[in-house]
């Protein structure tokens, strides 16, 4: 028998493990989807997105008086084609794990697998920019306001076909120190309102520059070198078809006592027209100052 004050060190093994919070690791799921054409390849309607574009016709002529005109121009469509193709996720979860397991973390296990589906929906809207042909920039390049703008006047200007806004920009969150650091100096030069002044006190942040709407994105990781390849790109110029919902399914797994959670996606993007946007390549290490 023991002699003395009772405390929670003596009793530790009659008192109940509570977690008392859970949180999910907060993770980067993506903006692309939201930055393009989105289209829906509707029931019924076969396996493939089809999308006739017609080519410009050349210019007028100028006739003479009296002339017969005879100098017919031809109609040329051009066909695009684009196969959604589905993605899907399983979680397995025993009756034992959902009859022990903490309920409060229970509850944010819903949505882990809706964000890794917009994970992966994210990063291929990514890895979709480095088709475009036209690329500016390159391995170790300082990032730069004006890449920007030269995109978008590159795009705007093109004379086959070019793109009309609005105009998106898409570029790694270490890529944001360069902005600021090239369009806010601090020290003896003159702070004045506006732009300068908010990007002092706020950073660059879903802004507007060089005629495109800035997005920081993380979804994709800088390269082995330290390099992200992002762009500048007409909303019109990616198309992303989708087939359905997102949906999810559960299925009894009898003879192992768990459930099967699914969940199922079906997209693809597309390239419309390359002179459409503009592949920016630039160092993306992470800032120390």
Same mark, same amino acid.
């Given at each position: 028998?023991?002699?003395?004050?009772?405390?929670?060190?003596?009793?530790?093994?009659s008192?109940?493990?509570?977690?008392?919070a859970?949180?999910?690791?907060?993770?980067?799921?993506g903006?692309?989807?939201?930055?393009?054409?989105?289209?829906?390849?509707?029931?019924?309607?076969?396996? $493939?997105?089809?999308?006739?574009?017609?080519?410009?016709?050349?210019?007028?002529?100028?006739?003479?008086?009296?002339?017969?005109?005879?100098?017919?121009?031809?109609?040329?469509?051009?066909?695009?084609?684009?196969?959604?193709?589905?993605?899907?996720?399983?979680i397995?979860? $025993?009756?034992?794990?959902?009859?022990?397991?903490?309920?409060?973390?229970?509850?944010?296990?819903?949505?882990?697998?809706?964000?890794?589906m917009?994970?992966?929906?994210?990063?291929?809207?990514?890895?979709?920019?480095?088709?475009?042909?036209?690329?500016?920039?390159g391995?170790?390049?300082?990032?730069?306001?004006?890449y920007? +703008?030269?995109?978008?006047?590159?795009?705007?200007?093109?004379?086959?076909?070019?793109? %009309?806004?609005?105009?998106?920009? %898409?570029?790694?969150?270490?890529?944001?120190?360069?902005?600021?650091?090239?369009?806010?100096?601090i020290?003896?030069?003159?702070?004045?309102?506006?732009? $300068? +002044?908010?990007?002092?006190?706020?950073?660059?942040?879903?802004? $507007?520059?060089?005629?495109?709407?800035?997005?920081?994105?993380?979804?994709?990781?800088?390269?082995?070198?330290?390099?992200?390849?992002?762009?500048?790109?007409a909303?019109?110029?990616?198309?992303?078809?989708?087939?359905?919902?997102?949906?999810?399914?559960? +299925?009894?797994? %009898?003879?192992?006592?768990?459930?099967?959670?699914?969940?199922?996606?079906?997209?693809?993007?597309? +390239?419309?027209?390359?002179?459409?946007?503009?592949?920016?390549?630039?160092?993306?290490?992470?800032?120390?100052?």
């Amino acid at each position: 028998m023991a002699a003395g004050v009772t405390t929670t060190s003596s009793l530790a093994d009659s008192l109940p493990v509570i977690k008392a919070a859970a949180r999910i690791v907060r993770e980067q799921e993506g903006r692309m989807p939201q930055l393009v054409d989105r289209q829906r390849l509707a029931e019924g309607t076969g396996l $493939t997105w089809e999308e006739v574009a017609l080519s410009r016709l050349n210019d007028a002529q100028p006739i003479s008086e009296g002339e017969e005109f005879n100098a017919p121009q031809q109609l040329v469509d051009q066909l695009l084609q684009a196969t959604p193709q589905e993605v899907g996720f399983e979680i397995i979860m $025993t009756d034992r794990v959902r009859r022990r397991i903490s309920p409060n973390v229970f509850a944010q296990t819903g949505s882990l697998a809706g964000s890794s589906m917009a994970r992966t929906k994210g990063k291929d809207g990514i890895t979709q920019l480095d088709q475009f042909s036209t690329s500016f920039g390159g391995a170790g390049t300082t990032f730069a306001e004006g890449y920007i +703008e030269a995109a978008v006047v590159t795009i705007e200007g093109n004379a086959t076909e070019h793109g %009309v806004a609005p105009f998106f920009s %898409v570029h790694h969150p270490f890529q944001r120190r360069d902005l600021s650091a090239e369009l806010a100096p601090i020290g003896n030069i003159s702070i004045y309102g506006g732009l $300068t +002044e908010d990007l002092i006190k706020n950073g660059v942040v879903e802004m $507007t520059m060089g005629g495109a709407g800035i997005v920081f994105d993380a979804v994709v990781g800088a390269d082995s070198s330290g390099d992200f390849k992002g762009g500048t790109f007409a909303k019109m110029a990616i198309v992303l078809v989708e087939g359905h919902d997102l949906e999810t399914e559960t +299925e009894r797994l %009898v003879g192992r006592r768990a459930d099967a959670i699914f969940m199922f996606d079906e997209y693809i993007y597309a +390239e419309r027209f390359d002179s459409g946007g503009v592949e920016q390549y630039f160092d993306a290490t992470a800032p120390t100052s």
